[in-house]
């Protein structure tokens, strides 16, 4: 997978660039099919908030693989996904996203991108199963709770760490031995172990803000887990 670099970072934000992004129009097969999504995503909804295990992916580093995904979560704000769903978008809007995906299906808050067949979900403080406190903060603190990820002339926000963590520890301590359970905390541990020391980038004491009680049991558990491994290495 294509990795992201970060660049530079003030006060509030990171800035990061995708690699080789200027060969997406030629078709050049090191372009991730997600970026290409992502790409066209961005063209329709400038201000969508990329969550999820693509998001995940992006702030994994090497020699840390991300985990195999295959679908797009973002964030869209009331307004959007209220259109969406009510299939009442601006005229514009809608020839954009008719032109770059597939029919919506307002039913399961999902598009699929023509190009590549990858989905995209919708999420707002309406969806399940993300708490609604940790969507409504993303969209009420956007510049503070995201970083900028760029493509070309086109960019998209995504999560900060700590947030992306949160949303996936959530979903996590509700199912803890289930299939998706224990992909969240795979998801976890690889951006903990990323940034592992890193505090000023990934700041453990940030997420537990972010979370109840119950989740904050398991974090302690994964960031434990997280420790023991990396001082064998």
Request: proline letters at 3%; glycine letters at 4%.
């Amino acid at each position: 997978m294509i990795q992201q670099t970060i660049v530079s970072c003030d006060e509030i934000q990171c800035f990061m660039v995708t690699e080789h992004f200027f060969e997406y129009f030629s078709d050049d097969t090191g372009v991730t099919t997600f970026d290409r999504a992502l790409l066209d995503l961005a063209r329709v909804y400038d201000d969508a908030v990329l969550v999820g295990a693509i998001a995940v992916s992006k702030y994994v580093q090497p020699p840390i693989e991300p985990r195999v995904t295959f679908d797009i979560d973002v964030i869209l704000d009331e307004k959007d996904f209220e259109d969406f769903l009510n299939d009442d978008l601006p005229e514009e809007k809608n020839q954009m996203l008719d032109t770059y995906f597939e029919t919506s299906d307002s039913v399961s808050h999902s598009i699929k991108h023509r190009k590549t067949n990858i989905y995209v979900d919708f999420l707002s403080v309406q969806s399940e199963p993300v708490r609604k406190k940790l969507i409504r903060h993303i969209l009420e603190n956007r510049d503070e709770a995201t970083n900028l990820l760029s493509m070309n002339d086109h960019r998209i926000l995504i999560a900060k760490p700590e947030l992306v963590i949160a949303m996936k520890l959530n979903r996590y301590t509700k199912n803890p031995g289930s299939e998706k359970g224990l992909a969240d905390r795979l998801d976890i541990v690889k951006m903990m172990k990323s940034y592992y020391g890193q505090a000023d980038f990934l700041d453990p004491e940030k997420i537990r803000a972010l979370v109840n009680r119950r989740e904050v049991k398991y974090l302690d558990e994964i960031l434990a887990d997280v420790g023991r491994e990396m001082g064998d290495i």
